[in-house]
């Protein structure tokens, strides 16, 4: 199946109406010059790949925060997972969101929201420009990065090469301006919370947390900062 995907990034001001007072906010500057109108274009396509670079195809409700405290509110947004952008929708054009966005958050249908932030200094693969989902935000923040990388593959009797995107995670706890990379299992669960344990095992066995999913994180991860 072949797809593609073509969005068009004007280099102008976020519309006012979004705003919460009359900030306007400048988009990232991109280099490429459409010769008819003039205005300042980033193209991007990615044709023959199974599957989608965004993290949802459909647009998503959220709310923008930029780095002077500005507040975007009900802006349509999609997460280009593979670029690792957010790019929004005005008069049915996609924008690409500014670095000056410092936090993003998505509503989903169900009423449940997604965090994105950046500002996180990973390692040399993540640094501070890196948006990362926040799991749990706090004394200890458990934050999620969220990869898209494209493989090859076959399919049995065809001996054509065909592409898709797959989906990857990386999971990381930071805390006082460092990061550690976490594996989800029960064992570096009781490593990472160990001097409070005995509480948060407690806990976790009255709500049937295994310790092995990103569930049980979440959960023995907030437990841990309230105490």
Do not use: C
Not at 5 to 13: C, E, N, R, W
Not at 77 to 103: G, H, I, M, Y
Not at 199 to 219: C, H, P, R, T, W
């Amino acid at each position: 199946m072949k797809k593609k995907y073509l969005f068009i990034f004007f280099l102008l001001g976020l519309n006012a109406a979004y705003a919460q007072d009359n900030t306007t906010n400048t988009l990232a500057d991109r280099r490429m010059i459409d010769q008819v109108s003039g205005s300042l274009l980033y193209i991007y396509q990615y044709e023959d790949i199974k599957g989608s670079s965004l993290l949802y195809d459909n647009w998503l409700p959220g709310m923008v925060i930029l780095n002077n405290h500005a507040v975007f509110k009900n802006v349509n947004l999609k997460f280009d997972v593979k670029d690792n952008e957010f790019v929004f929708n005005r008069n049915d054009s996609a924008f690409q969101l500014s670095p000056d966005a410092t936090e993003v958050r998505l509503y989903q249908k169900n009423g449940d929201s997604l965090v994105f932030k950046n500002g996180y200094e990973i390692n040399n693969g993540i640094r501070s420009s890196k948006y990362l989902q926040v799991l749990v935000d706090g004394n200890l923040t458990f934050l999620k990065y969220l990869k898209k990388d494209i493989e090859e593959y076959s399919e049995y009797g065809d001996a054509t090469n065909y592409k898709r995107f797959v989906e990857m995670y990386e999971y990381y706890i930071y805390k006082g301006g460092k990061a550690a990379t976490v594996h989800l299992n029960k064992k570096e669960l009781q490593n990472l919370l160990t001097d409070k344990w005995d509480k948060v095992s407690q806990y976790m066995s009255q709500n049937g947390l295994s310790g092995k999913d990103e569930k049980s994180f979440i959960a023995a991860i907030r437990y841990y900062n309230s105490l």
